[in-house]
């Protein structure tokens, strides 16, 4: 197995069909200098979505759909392109740039090629979006085999460019599906294997998403499951045999030494996505714990070394005619918007989204809720058993004439803070597993939900609804979305 490589955070050169590119201007890189700047970046008018087969019955790859969302264009709130990919049985599922804002100082990068990780079979598929941002094609496909034969590494998540040119991709797990052969891929500015990020033996039991902050000199990530464990559907038994994590692991950046390790034990199950705050002089982020449902806030001591608080609870919901007594929202996606005001997470189960203004990060104060699906909306079979024994259920718009099936999943917000897009499918297996033939059968949708960024406060949007049941090849299932010009939970600062 391939040792680490060394990261530097000097500028690159990146090249295409071998000649030196260059950006949109002369003097600045792909991205904005800061996150403030970015929030007066243009309004988007197309978001890349990662839509799923595999799992529903549909014998057809997975593919990259281009949707409209300019509300001045015929065919807003459509998809308006696709481009499937070669193989079958991919599951695609969360997506990376190879340039960001993390390069913006250097003349000679391009945010032009997105990269599809695929979380079961472990290709790693390169879509260049510049040529013709409406229409992707694809660029390149990375092989499993070549991944493992020169990493040992399998079943990559989260993609990351650096300010070197590479490209970061957490992978969870070795080729059989074990946790303990987590760790980091390092692919080259041309989507070559390079080798391993992690210093040899730095790397602990699960993987999953991470954030690196690079004026503290530090990188943080959490741990999901055990592919072996969480591939075949989710099991209570396995947390309770060691199968899921409950950590975070803070590196040394760049260097890639594991540094600490804080167990967030029974309050911090399933720590999923982990963010910075964007303010790149700040020493503070969140991770949303599934299972537990709760919003951790990890931070800086006077130390030098990281502490951890719980800083919301999602509190479980006594049900009736469910699998278990008690249902946890399962907080699944968040964000945080550019000028580091708002916070905003999921309940997949439970089907709301919610605000917070985290002006005081360790005080974070509700200030909108809407709910969009959910097991508990009404006229599901699972109702909810309120403090004084009464049985009740939530009220849940239609968009458009349309029920909204599963629950709230994946979120993406606009440049300017204003607009929250979100999607409903978690994982294939998971989403049969849970909203079974309603989500599988019907397919995803997307949603938009307008944001008061002057006193908090969410509402749907009524008038835009992609329908991802309605799709040619049949129903799929709608995971992660991007921007062409870069979003929140892609671009990082220097």
Same mark, same amino acid.
């Given at each position: 197995?391939?040792?680490? &490589? ?5 500028? +690159? ?7 030196? *590119? ?5 003097? =600045?890189?792909?991205? #904005?200098? +800061? ?17 799923? #087969? ?24 459509? &998809?308006?392109?696709?481009?499937? @990919? ?34 079961? *079979? ?6 260049? %979006? ?20 020169? $990493? ?5 998540? %989260? ?9 970061? &991709? ?46 503290? =000199? %530090? ?11 969480? $591939? ?48 790149? +002089? ?22 030098? %070394? ?13 049900? =009736? ?10 907080? $699944? ?7 580091? !005001? ?35 909306? =009404?006229? +599901? ?37 204003? !607009? ?39 509402? @749907? ?34």
């Amino acid at each position: 197995m391939a040792g680490a &490589v060394e990261v530097k955070q000097g500028k +690159s050169q990146i090249f295409f069909n071998g000649a030196e *590119s260059k950006g949109c201007c002369a003097d =600045k890189g792909p991205g #904005y200098a +800061s996150p403030l700047e970015a929030m007066s970046g243009p309004r988007e008018t197309l978001l890349y979505v990662t839509c799923v #087969y595999h799992g529903t019955e549909i014998e057809k790859p997975d593919y990259l759909a281009t949707v409209d969302v300019d509300p001045s264009s015929p065919s807003y709130s459509k &998809v308006i392109h696709r481009l499937p @990919v070669p193989h079958i049985g991919d599951e695609l599922h969360h997506s990376g740039w190879n340039a960001c804002s993390s390069c913006h100082g250097d003349p000679s990068a391009v945010r032009r090629f997105l990269i599809l990780p695929s979380l079961l *079979s472990s290709r790693i598929y390169v879509v260049d %979006t510049a040529t013709n941002p409406r229409a992707p094609s694809l660029h390149k496909v990375v092989e499993p085999t070549d991944i493992v034969q020169k $990493t040992g590494l399998a079943y990559p998540h %989260t993609s990351h460019c650096l300010a070197s040119g590479e490209i970061m &991709v957490s992978c969870l797990g070795d080729n059989d599906g074990n946790a303990e052969g987590s760790g980091f891929l390092l692919l080259d500015s041309d989507f070559n294997v390079k080798g391993r990020w992690e210093k040899p033996g730095h790397n602990p039991p699960f993987g999953y998403d991470f954030w690196y902050q690079p004026q503290h =000199k %530090t990188m943080i990530s959490s741990s999901w499951g055990a592919p072996a464990a969480f $591939t075949k559907g989710f099991n209570l038994e396995h947390v309770k045999d060691g199968l899921y994590g409950r950590h975070l692991y803070v590196y040394s950046w760049p260097g890639g030494e594991l540094k600490q390790t804080l167990d967030l034990g029974n309050s911090g199950l399933l720590p999923l996505e982990t963010r910075f705050l964007h303010d790149p +002089s700040k020493d503070i982020g969140f991770v949303g714990c599934a299972l537990s449902s709760n919003m951790v806030r990890f931070f800086k001591t006077a130390d030098g %070394t990281w502490n951890h608080e719980v800083v919301i609870s999602v509190q479980p919901l006594k049900v =009736k005619n469910w699998i278990l007594p008690e249902m946890p929202g399962l907080i $699944t996606d968040f964000l945080i918007s550019l000028d580091d !005001r708002y916070l905003y997470f999921v309940n997949w189960l439970h089907g709301d989204v919610r605000q917070y203004n985290i002006d005081d990060p360790a005080k974070p104060v509700l200030s909108g809720q809407v709910w969009v699906g959910g097991l508990l909306q =009404k006229g +599901s079979n699972v109702v909810y058993v309120t403090e004084d024994g009464k049985e009740s259920q939530f009220d849940v718009p239609e968009i458009k004439g349309n029920r909204l099936r599963g629950g709230p999943q994946m979120i993406q917000l606009s440049l300017d803070g204003k !607009r929250l897009y979100v999607t409903n499918s978690l994982f294939s297996v998971w989403d049969r597993q849970f909203y079974g033939l309603d989500l599988v059968k019907k397919g995803s949708h997307m949603l938009q939900i307008d944001v008061d960024t002057e006193r908090g406060g969410l509402t @749907v949007n009524p008038n835009f609804f992609v329908d991802f049941g309605a799709e040619p090849d049949g129903p799929s299932l709608a995971h992660e979305m991007r921007y062409p010009g870069g979003d929140c939970t892609s671009d990082i600062w220097m």
